[in-house]
């Protein structure tokens, strides 16, 4: 913000005969999380070598740097460069959900399956039963058993997972029209970038959160159905960037503009988004969730929309609400693990206190030449 020097200042230099005036342009950026601030000033004028577009340019990477509400930003262009850390961040629009690869999928499956403490006790037993002095099975008897309901339990896990992979992509397939060297052309899904301008028609779903530029409708209303995100089947409002609604009707004047959108980092919350916009180098002017559209929306009632890609992918705040695929476990298994967690307990007692029991019993029978110990045999 521009600081204001007051009358006495004024006087003072009059009085001094310097007619030499210094600008100070001071850029803040305050967290209001921990309560910190910092500030630089930047004086522009004869007295410094620093030219007003560096002052901008400071005032802008100050702010950055700040970020909002004490973290960084995240930096959308449209036909205006931004810094290549920001672009790094942004990433693909490609989704997936699916839990294994063909190389991890028997590993991380058997360790899955593993949990289950069922799985664990009938593993120890079939370890036990390869041990000739301790097996009271055949291998294969106790060992297939458990072979069985690791392999359908696997192939189990394995259909589950393709019809993921298969929604995952068919979802990254699906087409969109993005701005592509002055006209919208189409693209897939997994190809948009965060800065592309979509054109979104009625009835087809949104590919990624977007900034709403313009809408068919003169006011600049559309309308969106939300059932994807929060279950709602009512219709919502949202409205089109009021400087930006006029100069983005065309695919001439979309290709024309220029934009720097700074908004929050990526996050969760489906009820908020706020951010700030220079619209062809103009200042910043401020826009919070009623100009934006979420990845899953359905445009309803309206020919059109055009709007700025913020998050892409797994940034995008569906996605961000998204959990990975855990393991199913009902009442039952944890019941059932309690269960066998206590017959193990009891079988271990009893096999080791009647372990110590016989060793000290065939310890103190030594020289009973009646029961034939001579040649190892033992009762134990």
């Given at each position: 913000?521009?600081?204001?020097?007051?009358?006495?200042?004024?006087?003072?230099?009059?009085?001094?005969?310097?007619?030499?005036?210094?600008?100070?342009?001071?850029?803040?950026?305050?967290?209001?999380?921990?309560?910190?601030?910092?500030?630089?000033?930047?004086?522009?004028?004869?007295?410094?070598?620093?030219?007003?577009?560096?002052?901008?340019?400071?005032?802008?990477?100050?702010?950055?740097?700040?970020?909002?509400?004490?973290?960084?930003?995240?930096?959308?262009?449209?036909?205006?460069?931004?810094?290549?850390?920001?672009?790094?961040?942004?990433?693909?629009?490609?989704?997936?959900?699916?839990?294994?690869?063909?190389?991890?999928?028997?590993?991380?499956?058997?360790?899955?399956?593993?949990?289950?403490?069922?799985?664990?006790?009938?593993?120890?037993?079939?370890?036990?039963?390869?041990?000739?002095?301790?097996?009271?099975?055949?291998?294969?008897?106790?060992?297939?058993?458990?072979?069985?309901?690791?392999?359908?339990?696997?192939?189990?896990?394995?259909?589950?997972?393709?019809?993921?992979?298969?929604?995952?992509?068919?979802?990254?397939?699906?087409?969109?029209?993005?701005?592509?060297?002055?006209?919208?052309?189409?693209?897939?899904?997994?190809?948009?970038?965060?800065?592309?301008?979509?054109?979104?028609?009625?009835?087809?779903?949104?590919?990624?959160?977007?900034?709403?530029?313009?809408?068919?409708?003169?006011?600049?209303?559309?309308?969106?159905?939300?059932?994807?995100?929060?279950g709602e089947t009512n219709l919502k409002v949202r409205d089109a960037y009021a400087e930006t609604h006029k100069m983005t009707q065309t695919d001439e004047e979309c290709a024309r503009i220029r934009a720097l959108l700074s908004v929050e980092q990526p996050n969760n919350n489906l009820f908020k988004l706020d951010?700030?916009?220079?619209?062809?180098?103009?200042?910043?002017?401020?826009?919070?969730?009623?100009?934006?559209?979420?990845?899953?929306?359905?445009?309803?009632?309206?020919?059109?929309?055009?709007?700025?890609?913020?998050?892409?992918?797994?940034?995008?705040?569906?996605?961000?609400?998204?959990?990975?695929?855990?393991?199913?476990?009902?009442?039952?298994?944890?019941?059932?693990?309690?269960?066998?967690?206590?017959?193990?307990?009891?079988?271990?007692?009893?096999?080791?206190?009647?372990?110590?029991?016989?060793?000290?019993?065939?310890?103190?029978?030594?020289?009973?030449?009646?029961?034939?110990?001579?040649d190892g045999n033992s009762y134990t």
């Amino acid at each position: 913000m521009p600081t204001i020097p007051d009358d006495s200042t004024d006087n003072h230099n009059s009085s001094n005969g310097n007619n030499t005036s210094t600008k100070t342009t001071t850029a803040s950026a305050k967290s209001s999380s921990s309560g910190l601030g910092m500030t630089r000033s930047i004086k522009v004028g004869p007295s410094s070598d620093a030219p007003p577009a560096m002052a901008a340019a400071a005032h802008r990477s100050a702010s950055v740097s700040g970020g909002m509400h004490g973290h960084s930003l995240w930096l959308v262009g449209v036909n205006t460069p931004i810094p290549e850390q920001s672009q790094k961040q942004h990433g693909t629009n490609a989704i997936r959900t699916r839990k294994y690869t063909l190389l991890t999928f028997i590993p991380l499956n058997l360790y899955e399956q593993f949990h289950r403490l069922a799985n664990m006790f009938f593993l120890f037993m079939a370890i036990i039963a390869f041990i000739p002095q301790t097996q009271s099975l055949r291998p294969e008897t106790a060992v297939t058993p458990l072979a069985s309901v690791l392999l359908v339990t696997a192939i189990r896990d394995y259909y589950e997972d393709t019809k993921r992979g298969n929604y995952d992509r068919e979802t990254n397939s699906r087409k969109t029209r993005v701005l592509r060297n002055g006209r919208f052309v189409e693209i897939q899904w997994q190809d948009v970038r965060v800065g592309d301008i979509v054109k979104v028609l009625d009835g087809e779903h949104v590919p990624a959160d977007l900034f709403l530029l313009a809408s068919s409708d003169d006011t600049g209303v559309c309308h969106i159905e939300t059932a994807n995100l929060d279950g709602e089947t009512n219709l919502k409002v949202r409205d089109a960037y009021a400087e930006t609604h006029k100069m983005t009707q065309t695919d001439e004047e979309c290709a024309r503009i220029r934009a720097l959108l700074s908004v929050e980092q990526p996050n969760n919350n489906l009820f908020k988004l706020d951010g700030k916009i220079e619209i062809n180098g103009g200042e910043p002017t401020p826009f919070n969730m009623s100009n934006t559209i979420l990845r899953g929306c359905q445009l309803r009632n309206i020919e059109w929309v055009h709007g700025i890609v913020i998050y892409t992918g797994p940034h995008t705040k569906v996605m961000q609400n998204m959990r990975k695929p855990r393991l199913k476990r009902t009442r039952l298994d944890g019941k059932m693990n309690r269960q066998i967690l206590g017959v193990f307990l009891v079988v271990f007692f009893c096999c080791t206190s009647l372990a110590i029991f016989g060793a000290q019993w065939n310890g103190d029978h030594k020289d009973a030449w009646y029961l034939d110990l001579t040649d190892g045999n033992s009762y134990t």
